[in-house]
T-cell receptor, first 115, second 115 residues
Framework: AQTVTQSQPEMSVQEAETVTLSCTYDTSESDYYLFWYKQPPSRQMILVIRQEAYKQQNATENRFSVNFQKAAKSFSLKISDSQLGDAAMYFCAYRSNFGNEKLTFGTGTRLTIIP | DTGVSQDPRHKITKRGQNVTFRCDPISEHNRLYWYRQTLGQGPEFLTYFQNEAQLEKSRLLSDRFSAERPKGSFSTLEIQRTEQGDSAMYLC?????????????FGPGTRLTVT
């Protein structure tokens, strides 16, 4: 079974600075997707960024980028120019490309933005 | 496209009572997932449907839980004889199968409190 580990329960960053959230995962599969989801307080979870395992190039979405190290099974999220609206729980998630394609989530990192 | 909706948003019930939650997915989405999220944890997969067929159930889904998706549209999740351990946020997500892989869109969740 796949597992996802987020070792930082809480992180904080000054507004406009850069922060990196860590995620490691364990799998024996070679074809899968990795995701970062954002869950603002009392609001629904939304997708931030997605990485396909067979693509070597790291995904980027505006101020959000990932550092995907397949051999190390590491998938960190970098948020540049942090904004107050970035404050949320961030979940790393794994999805196999076989079977039911359910998401397996980590325990999350609570990100606080300091004005 | 109004997104995934869930009803009710909050439910307080007494131990031993039955509760039913509803999820309305994005209209053209053919996959629907249920997850459970307890405090301080990431969501955990419960079950999923492809159209009206329930294709997989997690071992977390005891025999007190049942889910349906009649006609492949909305879905209901029923918990019979609720226990305090059932207190959690129940999340629904929907997706559309595509060659590029699917993105799961989450609803706002139903927060269940069992007293």
């Amino acid at each position: 079974a796949q597992t996802v580990t987020q070792s930082q329960p809480e992180m904080s960053v000054q507004e406009a600075e850069t922060v990196t959230l860590s995620c490691t995962y364990d799998t024996s599969e070679s074809d899968y997707y990795l995701f970062w989801y954002k869950q603002p307080p009392s609001r629904q979870m939304i997708l931030v960024i997605r990485q396909e395992a067979y693509k070597q190039q790291n995904a980027t979405e505006n101020r959000f980028s990932v550092n995907f190290q397949k051999a190390a099974k590491s998938f960190s999220l970098k948020i540049s120019d942090s904004q107050l609206g970035d404050a949320a729980m961030y979940f790393c998630a794994y999805r196999s490309n076989f079977g039911n394609e359910k998401l397996t989530f980590g325990t999350g990192t609570r990100l606080t933005i300091i004005p | 496209d109004t997104g995934v909706s869930q009803d009710p948003r909050h439910k307080i019930t007494k131990r031993g009572q039955n509760v039913t939650f509803r999820c309305d997915p994005i209209s053209e989405h053919n996959r629907l997932y249920w997850y459970r999220q307890t405090l301080g944890q990431g969501p955990e997969f419960l079950t999923y449907f492809q159209n009206e067929a329930q294709l997989e159930k997690s071992r977390l889904l005891s025999d007190r839980f049942s889910a349906e998706r009649p006609k492949g549209s909305f879905s209901t999740l029923e918990i019979q004889r609720t226990e305090q351990g059932d207190s959690a946020m129940y999340l629904c997500a929907s997706s559309l199968i595509s060659p590029r892989g699917e993105e799961q869109y989450f609803g706002p969740g139903t927060r269940l409190t069992v007293t």
